[in-house]
């Protein structure tokens, strides 16, 4: 199991993402897929473990925190850890980070209707493992620090594996999870 | 359904203990149940929605927040909303804070194990449910802010329910979940 996976389930990481003038990671586009987009900025940064302050280049920044697995169950768990590598790999220059906001009709749900739409009719999981291991994610909730979005979804994956990507996020917003959906953001990235 | 029900399952409710000198709880006890206990003080303010500094009368501060529930199915929702009121009721002039923290051994568990032990096992939910409505409590997150504990939980009951409370304690404490408890302690209050 990679390392920050290990460390993800032990601690909740706080993650700040930074856009602005300059950064190590290039803003190649940002795109609303559903609803209002985030300003045009040129870079991004990354930022792990501290609270980072605004400054004036800074054209938004979102905050998040990875936690313990909300829906995924032992067997589930078993089979991705297996499978997926983790962040900061050589070959991964692409990267997507898509922040999305969930409807309250989706947040008045019990945990096993949400389970229910989210794996057994969405298959979010079992779509998300096909990718694996040239799609590397990590999940960033932030619905509880109140804000725009409730979850930040980091991405990365070798250029050979873009139409791969394409294809990982057309099945997801085809599933029935997706209307639920009231805010997407896709915003795509290089490695300068 | 109580109105502060529907407000913490629609949206995030930030909430800040603060023990210090003076507020409208007195706090009548501190216990460790398990490993170390919180600093003495005289009483106790409950802050909603905002995140309060601590001045020089505070002896110590607990932030958490409401969320989704995590657990709970549609049935035992139901039946829970149904049967459940409000905090701030009149005759509740007796409270309890109860911050907990569970071990890594529990975080790392998948959430189908954690719903095993929580409810099959446990009856957590159950239980509570049995001194519905009167003991109301409201549950606050806050082991993904960081921090000492995992769980915040505030009652309010009556004094006529003093010694159903304790019963209720007694159960919880007895269940195998207890034993993924690492840190506990039990504060008592009185309405000043």
Redesign the interface.
């Known amino acids: 199991m990679p390392v920050d996976t290990i460390r993800a389930?032990?601690s909740?990481l706080?993650v700040t993402f930074i856009a602005g003038t300059s950064g190590p990671w290039r803003i190649d586009r940002i795109n609303a897929v559903i609803g209002e987009s985030l300003a045009a900025a040129d870079a991004l940064t990354v930022i792990e473990g501290n609270d980072p302050a605004a400054d004036a280049g800074t054209a938004w920044m979102l905050r998040g925190?990875t936690?313990?697995?909300?829906?995924?169950?032992?067997l589930?768990?078993a089979s991705l850890t297996a499978r997926q590598q983790g962040l900061g790999r050589p070959a991964s220059t692409r990267a997507a980070l898509i922040p999305i906001r969930k409807s309250?009709a989706w947040?008045?749900?019990?945990?096993?209707?949400r389970?229910e739409i989210f794996e057994a009719q969405s298959k979010h999981i079992e779509i998300g493992q096909e990718y694996l291991p040239g799609i590397a994610r990590r999940l960033h909730?932030c619905?509880?620090l109140?804000g725009d979005f409730d979850f930040l979804t980091w991405f990365e994956f070798a250029p050979g594996d873009d139409s791969a990507f394409e294809m990982l996020l057309e099945r997801l917003r085809q599933s029935p999870e997706w209307n639920y959906v009231e805010r997407e953001v896709d915003i795509r990235l290089t490695r300068a």
Chains 1, 2 share one sequence.
Request: aromatic content about 10%.
């Open positions: 389930m032990l909740p706080h925190f936690s313990n697995t909300r829906y995924t169950t032992r589930e768990t309250e947040w008045t749900l019990a945990q096993d209707e389970r909730h619905r509880d109140g």
